[in-house]
T-cell receptor, first 122, second 113 residues
């Protein structure tokens, strides 16, 4: 089954304690991305990756790091979490559209989301 | 910059009604449009995908249409059920290189018994 798997689903931690949220996809997608969702603000992009070893900042990257050493994995790292990072986090993946903006012909269900990680930082 | 607005922001209907959710966008240079539902505190489940060359897609009681010239997509839900209660999001995948995504503002639907 095609899926994006995030772990953990729930995480409660304290300020300053480093944590990693894992994201893995089994669809051989080039593009992966992290979002946070907060009430009234919708989904905001944190970081994204077009392919292995290629990452870039989204709209709200402060306080986060990512890495893309393998195609299937895209972990989100909070080096020193703070209470304002309490949020619901989503990982997503899709095939890469390429510089021409034209996705491959097998572009049938491009965007897949993980089930989310509810993070609370106290 | 592409802006995506979903109207209404919230909707409450009695069970059995047919309803229409709207997604309006300002830039017609989109490649795909995908509708998702999200249950409170849960993940996003893909409902329907419309490619830019298509006009509509159907799945069960759901029908989504796309009119790029007017900058609008609609999600039609027939014979609504309490289990349809969720937030519905439209997501635009844009042309112009890379994988640019723009999320709609969402419609929170409640179907009452």
């Amino acid at each position: 089954e095609a899926q994006v798997t995030q772990n953990p689903r729930y995480l409660i931690t304290v300020t300053g304690k480093k944590l990693t949220v894992t994201c893995s996809q089994n669809m051989n997608h080039e593009y992966m991305s992290w979002y946070r969702q907060d009430p009234g603000l919708g989904l905001r992009q944190i970081y994204y990756s077009m392919n292995v070893e290629v990452t870039d900042k989204g709209d709200v990257p402060e306080g986060y790091k990512v890495s893309r050493k393998e195609k299937r994995n895209f972990p989100l790292i909070l080096e020193s979490p703070s209470p304002n990072q309490t949020s619901l986090y989503f990982c997503a993946s899709m095939p890469y559209a390429g510089s021409s903006g034209r996705p491959p012909s097998s572009y049938n269900s491009p965007l897949h989301f993980g089930n989310g990680t509810r993070l609370t930082v106290t | 910059k592409q802006e995506v607005t979903q109207i209404p922001a919230a909707l409450s209907v009695p069970e059995g009604e047919n309803l229409v959710l709207n997604c309006s966008f300002t830039d017609s240079a989109i490649y795909n449009l995908q509708w998702f539902r999200q249950d409170p505190g849960k993940g996003l489940t893909s409902l329907l995908l419309i490619q830019s060359s298509q006009r509509e897609q159907t799945s069960g009681r759901l029908n989504a249409s796309l009119d790029k010239s007017s900058g609008r997509s609609t999600l039609y839900i027939a014979a609504s059920q309490p289990g349809d209660s969720a937030t519905y999001l439209c997501v635009l995948i844009l042309t112009g290189g890379g994988n640019k995504l723009t999320f709609g503002t969402g419609t929170q639907l409640k179907v009452e018994l």
